[in-house]
């Protein structure tokens, strides 16, 4: 470390096929590990994915979006879904994962870095759209009222983020490839409030296969960098 030079240390956590519940517990722990004052300089990200499933959030922001006509999610569905549906306290409606996913769980302490949370969500995504594009994933973007990553008129990626003592968990979700469980369930279910044909994976947008661990290894490289430098993701 140089001298004048304060190092926010980051802890990366990598784990295929972890089941939704005990990653979420998981989760928790760590964010009351990071809230202690003399952990709160510490930030925890995991990357995961997770058995097909749905998680079904406290509910749509349709303030924030007026003129979309986002749909909840229809309570009368429950019993004709194949998947397993969990109630869960972050923001937003009804999602989904499947193990073609890439699931990104950042645990940091805002208070400490002095960071609201949608621009925390913001530099998420534009780390993230840097690392598809070492990927030769090209012309993604994330400046839209609707919360997502998205090319053209498909979502590839949504984000879901909630605190608890000014902690951050919960995280983004890509799709890097299709998962036919899920989509099956998405021509029921209308995700984050969206039809579920506006939902599509990298693979099948640019005809390429992403590599994983490569792309794991350029979000940590811009993850550490941007914290090491300013101490801070805003």
Not at 152 to 166: M, N, P, Y
Not at 183 to 209: A, H, M, T, W
Request: with cysteine; glycine share 6%; aromatic share 12%.
């Amino acid at each position: 470390q140089k001298k004048g030079i304060n190092i926010a240390p980051t802890t990366f956590i990598e784990k295929n096929d972890w089941d939704y519940i005990d990653c979420l517990q998981f989760q928790e722990k760590c964010v009351e590990l990071i809230y202690k004052k003399v952990f709160s300089k510490f930030s925890i990200v995991i990357f995961t994915n997770h058995p097909s499933c749905l998680t079904l959030g406290r509910g749509l922001q349709k303030k924030l979006t007026p003129g979309v006509g986002l749909l909840d999610f229809d309570e009368s569905l429950r019993d004709k879904i194949q998947v397993p549906i969990y109630e869960i306290k972050r923001g937003g409606g009804i999602t989904f994962h499947h193990p073609g996913q890439l699931i990104i769980y950042p645990i940091i302490n805002l208070s400490f870095h002095g960071l609201k949370v949608y621009p925390l969500m913001a530099k998420l995504f534009y780390i993230l759209a840097e690392a598809l594009n070492k990927q030769n994933v090209v012309g993604v973007d994330y400046c839209r009222d609707l919360l997502g990553l998205w090319f053209e008129d498909k979502k590839i990626a949504s984000i879901g983020v909630q605190l608890r003592r000014f902690v951050s968990f919960h995280g983004i979700a890509l799709n890097i490839k299709n998962d036919e469980l899920i989509q099956k369930e998405l021509k029921r279910i209308y995700p984050c409030g969206l039809p579920g044909s506006c939902y599509s994976n990298v693979n099948d947008l640019f005809n390429v296969c992403i590599e994983r661990s490569e792309l794991i290894k350029d979000f940590k490289f811009l993850c550490n960098e941007l914290i090491n430098e300013k101490n801070e993701f805003s």
